[in-house]
């Protein structure tokens, strides 16, 4: 039925990315890694990336807050590493520096960057208060929106 929004459930960026390439459906919103070849390859079009700010990887691509004007609009996939309640704080002070000193390499973080990845190596304090403000926000969009899970 042209012009319904129709939500379609998949199981994975691929079996997804494969509908969008065969023109089954008209728009995914993905995350930016497995896009990236694709991109690449210009089998899609990247229309917007849905963080507040640019990727790094691609910074022609505009925000969705640009290309629309919701300026608020901040979807960020992010990653991080977690740890078992009552791991020591020495032993979890030693990953945050391996872990970040990883992050730092130049090469590793390039082939992050050119994943679609914007790297953040963060301390486990400001990690830890960015989880607690993704969690707010989160919290408050369900609220505000009556969001109900399916």
């Known amino acids: 039925m042209p ?10 960026a691929g079996p997804a990315l494969n509908d969008i390439i065969g023109g089954h459906v008209d728009m995914y919103f993905p995350g930016f890694p497995p896009v990236m070849p694709m991109m690449k390859a ?5 229309l917007a990336v849905s963080s507040g700010q640019r990727s790094e990887a691609a910074p022609d ?14 979807f960020t996939l992010w990653q991080g590493f977690f740890a078992p309640r009552g791991t020591p704080a020495d032993v979890i ?3 945050n520096g391996e872990i970040n000193k990883i992050l730092r390499d130049p090469e590793v973080r390039q082939k992050l960057v ?5 790297v953040m190596p963060l301390s486990t ?10 969690s707010e926000k ?3 969009i369900i609220r505000e929106t009556g969001l109900k899970p399916e």
């Open 93 to 95: 002070a030693k990953l």
């Open 42 to 46: 210009g089998t899609v079009k990247v």
């Open 61 to 74: 691509i505009p925000t969705v807050a640009e290309a629309t004007g919701f300026a608020d609009f901040d």
């Open 138 to 140: 989160y919290q408050r």
């Open 114 to 118: 050119d994943a679609g990845a914007n």
């Open 125 to 134: 304090g400001e990690f830890a208060a960015f989880v607690q403000a993704e």
């Open 3 to 12: 012009g319904k929004l129709v939500h379609v459930p998949y199981k994975g």
